[in-house]
């Protein structure tokens, strides 16, 4: 009998539950209507099945009624189809099927029509312009007859079907109510969060930006949660639903948790518990990355397992902080329960134990923004209760102060009254004697005042005329002397008995001048002198880059140098010693201050458009220092600096005089920096004078090639010595020279000849040469002349338009050839002797007879090159090249002549990659051969 009930019992079950789903029955004055008790669910394992299979009478009997309110497939790999039936009895309204869990990777919607079934798709992973409905959630609109069939096929990593039918006005009043409350929750916590941040950014702690962090992020992770992902953030790109999603889940705790670690101390008082909030950090930070690794699928049940665990293990943390009386910890253990009990809640109301209403609905973002609310209060009561702990010390320290003065003050009245009557007494005598002392002394120091500003205002007009004497004998001893050691061999008797009595002449006047008395005037401290002079700029650069290259080597630093050399003259007309001591002091300290990382440095100029021949030159030296903060880069060159950062004192007096010699070249000095992020120094120098074949203009290495057309120079100078030593200097080139002494003579000649290049002294006799000057520039006649001004000190600015060029005395007859250059006709002409070398010779030598001095010497050179090449001192090319050809020639060795000429031609021509491809193939031949000799 038993056996028989039984029996009964577990057919009856069968039935009811193979038992076919009722309809959904749409009757007038409902508005919505929950359908999980009305669906039958089929799962396809395999996912091939379609419409057709499903439909069909053979598949039609697998599915099995829903049994939940909250339909919960769970955790599956399976396809599952959903089908129901819907009998509408209010035609007069419009329906729409729900499909309320937003988080469903694929949905197909059907629904038959009188030409088959219509397709419409949803889910996370499909492209949101496939989508019915443009909005939050999934919905498609239905128009069910009396008894109209539907299916649905889901699937993901977790399939759920809490599916719903509403009216259009339901559907619409149930939007307006969640977008509200999403309005509220996403606004509230948004004023968190920038509330927050401004506070961060006023008291600069850490608690403040880990909060910001984890709020922001949480935000992310709920509006893809929720599903604003599509609709809000990136419509066609999937992947920030699903991996996207699941990398937000990663750093919303990942912050919580360093916010948790920061906010409850424990790095100070609990090292255990700090390690262990280590450890999910490193293991929230893990799960993140993994996402491009690991399949979704998997991850998603790891991160679901580390979570829960992670939570557990921060209650704990709470709990043991909240035993040790510690107040932040009962605003965090609260933020966390009422998160929690926001979660267990929407679960309970999901599986239908719980009533559903709007408030248990959104339960979740409600424990959220409460969260936020009471972890924003703590950290708001903290930073109260450290001002109310600082007040308090405050205060005693107040109490002790005023204490102590009181006593002072009592001792002070008391000894003020015992000395009162003395005081009294002495007053009229003290004042009487003070203004005595005063009055005295102050007529002594206006007296010395005056004697020593007329001392000073006589030596300064000594030495300004001292000066202007030094010149002119060393502009005639330099000169002459460079004539004759250029041009002896080809000089005349006379004028080889000539130049050195001027020589002499000259010297004796200046052995006077410097055994007369000098007696210094000015406080030369700090001050920068300058000795102007043509310099192979792009020489120096290269030989710093290689000097700095090895230096961050031994720091195993990355040592990067760029120069334009297509835009930076080669040479300048400068002090090379001086720009040499002051950018290496820049990039000593750029060394010196980084630790790791690169220095760069980097080289620039730009042509002056309003003047020839002018460049901008421009330096940039970038370090990866500790960096300079904003209060320090403004005191970086004063004389008295302490910054906390730099090391050595020594360093900073490099870097000020560096600048001192910048600025005494028309330099400007601009520091970017960024504390903790290294520092920038910009330096650029203004109207530099650069001699480069640009337009016309020639280097100083080709002036014996040059080739002047005829022309008549006129050139007005007082000094006898001084016109000789001009006609010295031009004498090889077909030039006719006409010599005057004074202004007067030059206007009369001037008008007379119409030379094709006047050249005058700033200071002449009888009439003024700036007058003179601008005379000539009014004639018709004259006013096409160029004229060029000589002189000790450049012309001043409202005279600069009258002069067509500037040669500062002594003069130097590389730069007197190239002003010329610029104003009379001229071509460049191969000398007899000069031989043209192809850009690449082979380095060819027969090894089997050489001698043991040729081996020898052949070591030397291999070590040199290697020198080259591994210091990457290019420049050093041209010098050694030229030093070779020259021991080559009287050691007699011939078989490597041609190779030399040749590296040497590549140097001259800047022509790096040839000087690498000759210096790598002769290095790689002997270090083949010499070892077997």
Not at 106 to 128: A, C, N, P, T, Y
Not at 210 to 236: A, D, K, R
Not at 519 to 538: Q, R, S, Y
Request: hydrophobic share 40%.
């Amino acid at each position: 009998m038993k056996l028989f009930f039984l029996l009964l019992f577990s057919l009856s079950f069968s039935l009811g539950l193979y038992a076919e789903a009722p309809p959904v029955i749409l009757e007038k004055g409902k508005e919505r209507y929950l359908i999980s008790l009305n669906l039958e669910i089929l799962e396809d394992k395999t996912g091939n099945l379609g419409i057709e299979d499903v439909n069909n009478p053979r598949w039609s009997k697998e599915f099995k009624r829903s049994k939940s309110t909250y339909l919960n497939l769970g955790i599956s790999k399976s396809t599952f189809w959903a089908r129901f039936k819907v009998k509408n009895l209010d035609p007069s309204k419009k329906w729409i099927l729900s499909y309320n869990f937003v988080s469903q990777d694929h949905i197909e919607f059907f629904q038959q029509k009188k030409d088959g079934w219509k397709r419409s798709l949803g889910g996370d992973r499909v492209d949101f312009s496939h989508r019915e409905f443009k909005m939050r959630g999934i919905h498609f609109e239905i128009n069910p007859g009396e008894e109209t069939l539907y299916f649905i096929k889901a699937k993901g990593f977790s399939t759920q079907m809490p599916l719903t039918i509403s009216s259009s006005k339901s559907f619409a009043k149930e939007n307006i109510e969640q977008n509200l409350a999403f309005g509220l929750f996403y606004g509230l916590a948004l004023m968190m969060l920038i509330h927050n941040f401004f506070n961060y950014l006023r008291l600069r702690e850490l608690s403040y930006l880990l909060y910001v962090y984890h709020v922001g992020f949480y935000i992310l992770f709920s509006g893809v949660f929720y599903g604003f992902g599509h609709f809000l953030t990136i419509q066609y790109l999937p992947w920030i639903n699903n991996e996207g999603h699941l990398i937000l889940s990663c750093l919303a705790p990942l912050f919580l948790n360093l916010f948790a670690s920061d906010f409850l101390h424990l790095r100070e008082r609990n090292p255990i518990l700090h390690k262990v909030s280590l450890f999910w950090s490193f293991l929230l930070i893990t799960s993140a990355i993994s996402i491009f690794f690991v399949p979704l699928f998997y991850l998603r049940r790891i991160y679901n397992l580390i979570y829960v665990l992670f939570v557990i293990c921060l209650m704990i943390t709470v709990f043991i902080k909240m035993r040790e009386k510690f107040i932040p910890a009962k605003y965090f253990s609260a933020a966390i329960l009422a998160k929690i009990t926001g979660t267990v809640i929407l679960v309970l109301t999901f599986n239908g134990i719980i009533e559903s209403s709007f408030l248990t609905t959104h339960a979740t973002i409600i424990g959220s923004l409460l969260e936020m609310i009471l972890l924003s209060f703590g950290l708001s009561a903290v930073q109260e209760l450290r001002h109310l702990i600082y007040l308090r010390g405050e205060a005693e320290k107040q109490k002790i102060i005023i204490k102590n003065e009181f006593e002072k003050d009592l001792i002070k009245r008391e000894e003020a009254e015992r000395r009162e009557t003395i005081a009294s007494k002495m007053s009229k005598f003290a004042q009487d004697s003070i203004r005595q002392i005063v009055e005295k002394k102050t007529e002594t120091l206006e007296s010395e005042l005056k004697d020593k500003k007329k001392e000073i205002d006589e030596k300064d007009i000594f030495h300004a005329k001292f000066g202007q004497e030094l010149q002119s004998p060393l502009n005639s001893i330099l000169g002459f002397s460079q004539v004759l050691l250029e041009k002896g061999s080809s000089l005349s008797d006379d004028e080889l008995k000539k130049y050195p009595k001027f020589i002499l002449s000259s010297g004796r006047a200046l052995l006077k001048l410097i055994q007369s008395e000098l007696v210094p005037t000015k406080n030369d401290m700090g001050e920068v002198k300058l000795n102007k002079e043509v310099i192979n700029f792009h020489e120096l650069c290269e030989e710093l880059s290689s000097l700095y290259n090895y230096e961050a080597q031994i720091k195993n630093l990355e040592f990067e140098f760029d120069m334009d050399k297509d835009k930076v003259p080669k040479k300048i007309i400068s002090d090379g010693a001086k720009i040499r001591q002051a950018l290496g002091n820049f990039l000593n300290n750029a060394i010196n201050v980084t630790q790791e990382g690169t220095v760069k440095f980097k080289v620039s100029a730009s042509e002056n458009s309003d003047k020839h021949h002018h460049f901008d030159l421009k330096f940039q030296i970038e370090d990866m220092g500790s960096g300079i903060s904003a209060i320090d880069e403004k005191k970086i060159f004063e004389p008295l600096l302490n910054v906390e950062d730099m090391k050595s004192s020594e360093m900073l007096s490099g870097l000020r005089v560096g600048r001192s010699i910048f600025e005494s070249i028309n330099g400007k000095i601009v520091v970017l920096s960024l504390k903790g992020k290294g520092a920038v120094f910009s330096i650029s120098i203004k109207e530099v004078v650069g001699l480069t074949d640009k337009e016309g203009r020639l280097e100083e290495r080709d002036l014996h090639q040059l080739q002047f057309d005829s022309a008549n120079i006129l050139i007005a100078e007082g000094r006898k010595i001084d016109r000789e030593l001009i006609k010295a200097y031009l004498k090889d080139f077909p030039f006719t020279l006409h010599m005057v002494e004074n202004g007067r003579d030059l206007l009369k000649i001037a008008k007379k000849i119409r030379p094709d290049l006047i050249m005058s002294n700033l200071n002449l006799e009888l009439v003024d040469s700036s007058m003179v000057a601008r005379n000539l520039k009014v004639i018709d006649e004259t006013k096409s002349i160029p004229i060029l001004a000589i002189g000790m000190e450049e012309v001043s600015q409202k005279e600069k338009f009258t002069w067509d060029g500037f040669l500062k005395l002594p003069l130097n007859r590389e730069l007197l050839l190239l002003e010329i250059a610029n104003f009379i006709p001229h071509k460049k002409v191969k000398l007899k002797d000069e031989v043209d070398y192809i850009s690449y010779v082979e380095f060819s030598i027969n090894f089997s007879e050489l001698k043991s001095n040729d081996i020898h010497f052949l070591r030397d050179v291999q070590t040199n090159l290697k020198k080259i090449i591994n210091l990457g001192a290019i420049s050093f090319a041209e010098e050694y090249s030229q030093k070779m050809i020259k021991r080559i020639k009287d050691e007699g060795r011939p078989y490597l002549l041609d190779w030399f000429m040749a590296l040497n031609q590549n140097a001259v021509n800047f022509n790096n990659e040839n000087i690498v491809l000759q210096i790598e193939e002769a290095l790689m031949k002997l270090e083949e051969n010499l070892p077997k000799i």
